[in-house]
């Protein structure tokens, strides 16, 4: 099926909303504890928006996912042994699709996007970090020849670990 990615505007943030509660009902149903009433928030996707760093995907007019594609660097990730020099990355946020559009190659398409955005405009890797618990997102990155490199720690969403990864571009 056709889609598009396009930069989110703000009227997109009340459908991200709906998507990424379904996403987490649907992860906690499987016993992983990623998302919460407290993550992900109208408020973080409305500075994503207003940074021009979130991205949606549309097939007809429908938004069924998106991907955050931020140049800025969480201080929680501070402490992590990256694998290049903390000058030129790219990091990736609250990358879902609906429930009902998984396994369909979506998240594939927005990291294709994310990491051909990082390539022409010539940065040096791209970060990200995935809950401990959702072996299936390890999974997903590890394929895509991201390397595990140290574990940090969002209190208010778990008392379990998010795993960073890097691809080196």
């Not at 889609?3 to 992983?32: P, Q, R, W």
């Not at 504890?33 to 760093?53: C, L, M």
């Not at 991201?146 to 890097?166: N, R, T, V």
Request: one cysteine or more; charged letters at 25%.
């Amino acid at each position: 099926m056709s889609y598009k990615i396009e930069k989110a505007i703000i009227d997109d943030v009340k459908s991200l909303l709906v998507i990424t509660k379904a996403c987490t009902e649907a992860m906690i149903t499987k016993g992983i504890y990623q998302w919460n009433e407290h993550y992900p928030n109208a408020i973080a996707f409305a500075k994503d928006v207003e940074r021009e760093e979130l991205y949606v995907l549309k097939i007809k007019e429908n938004i069924i996912g998106c991907i955050v594609i931020s140049k800025l660097m969480d201080s929680e990730y501070v402490p992590v042994k990256w694998l290049t020099n903390n000058t030129n990355n790219l990091y990736i946020h609250r990358l879902t699709v609906h429930p009902k559009c998984q396994g369909l190659g979506y998240a594939q398409n927005l990291m294709d996007f994310a990491e051909e955005f990082a390539t022409e405009n010539n940065y040096s890797s791209i970060r990200l970090d995935t809950f401990s618990q959702n072996k299936r997102n390890q999974k997903f990155y590890e394929l895509r020849g991201y390397k595990k490199l140290g574990d940090i720690y969002f209190p208010k969403q778990s008392e379990f670990p998010f795993h960073c990864y890097e691809l080196v571009l």
